[in-house]
């Protein structure tokens, strides 16, 4: 079993045994100190993944999508410390699980700044790093919304939004993320069913079954009945919802409207942007699909960065369920090194 130590910092630590020659993974869950400001602003809660316990020297932010929190890629992200440690035991990896605003334990922080949207949710990421001392982050992966979240934070970086201080990511990795405004007429529309579902529902909710089962009921998948289930928690004899529902559906919307093709076309020397396509997924148009082949097949200038584009078999939306072993082979595969 592994080992827990717990602190009156909130932090835990999990030692997690390992067959391979690798040390064990080790796994810190931190909820986040206030920081020098007039208002005590809170930062994000977070969870540290590493490979070895030797001394870190490259991290990697890991930010979830829409209605989701950090823990939901803790899978993913320990084989991808695993696979990275094995095949560069120079590099030790932090990968570092954020819960985004108004998501999991970051969900009710007090004093964060206003509206809720890509912009100052990509902030909030700089806050984490300037709070704690961090080194600025090499390489950051963002899924669906989380994706538009590391396209803002380093284009912010990139204009000098956080201070002179701020250092640019090596690489980002945008998973199933549309990088240009969103029209729901050309998908599925299966989001905004999800939203306009939930803000239906009886606060707070009876159970976490009835809660699947209402959802089967209407026609939602399995899958999904049983993920949004996933993001219940015990409150007394009920559950509620561990994200801030109304706040969830304004970040919604700043997603659809946000476009970063500008960033795309002249990314800043440096850095790469890798952008997976899921085979299946709905939220792609053939106009998009193309406009992201020729960028990534345009011949970079001195003063560009470089955009890489993928395509994951097999998979829809759901990239790190549908298919795991090829995202993380992708990934792995591809991922930054300073060598």
């Not at 490259?58 to 999508?65: D, I, K, P």
């Not at 985004?100 to 009710?108: C, E, F, I, V």
Request: proline fraction near 5%.
């Amino acid at each position: 079993m592994p080992k827990v130590l717990c602190g009156a910092t909130h932090r835990s630590r999990l030692v997690f045994s390992s067959a391979s020659a690798l040390s064990g993974l080790l796994t810190r869950c931190s909820l986040s100190p206030c920081f020098g400001d007039a208002r005590s602003l809170e930062t994000l809660a977070f969870e540290e993944i590493q490979a070895s316990e030797k001394p870190v020297n490259s991290t990697a932010f890991v930010l979830h999508g829409l209605l989701g929190s950090g823990r939901n890629w803790r899978s993913f992200s320990r084989d991808l410390a695993a696979q990275l440690q094995k095949s560069s035991p120079s590099r030790v990896w932090r990968m570092v699980l954020v819960d985004m605003r108004n998501h999991g334990r970051s969900a009710g922080l007090k004093g964060l700044d206003l509206p809720h949207d890509m912009v100052n949710a990509a902030k909030d990421l700089a806050n984490l790093v300037k709070s704690h001392g961090w080194a600025w982050p090499d390489v950051v992966i963002g899924h669906s919304m989380g994706g538009k979240v590391a396209l803002e934070f380093a284009a912010s970086v990139a204009r000098g939004d956080y201070g002179e201080l701020a250092v640019l990511p090596k690489q980002l990795w945008v998973l199933d993320s549309v990088p240009g405004e969103v029209n729901s007429d050309e998908t599925s529309g299966e989001v905004e069913k999800v939203l306009l579902t939930l803000q239906s529902l009886p606060s707070p909710l009876p159970s976490r079954k009835w809660v699947v089962d209402h959802m089967l009921n209407l026609g939602f998948s399995k899958m999904l009945s049983n993920w949004i289930g996933s993001n219940l928690k015990n409150e007394g004899e009920h559950v509620v919802w561990a994200f801030d529902l109304q706040a969830c559906i304004e970040m919604f919307n700043s997603y659809r409207e946000k476009s970063y093709w500008p960033l795309l076309e002249h990314p800043p020397k440096g850095l790469e942007i890798a952008i997976v396509q899921a085979e299946n997924s709905d939220r792609w148009t053939q106009h998009v699909i193309e406009r992201l082949d020729y960028l990534s097949r345009k011949e970079e200038g001195p003063e560009e960065g470089k955009i890489s584009l993928h395509v994951l078999p097999k998979s829809g939306h759901w990239v790190h369920v549908d298919n795991p072993k090829g995202l993380l082979e992708m990934v792995a595969s591809n991922f930054y090194s300073c060598t």
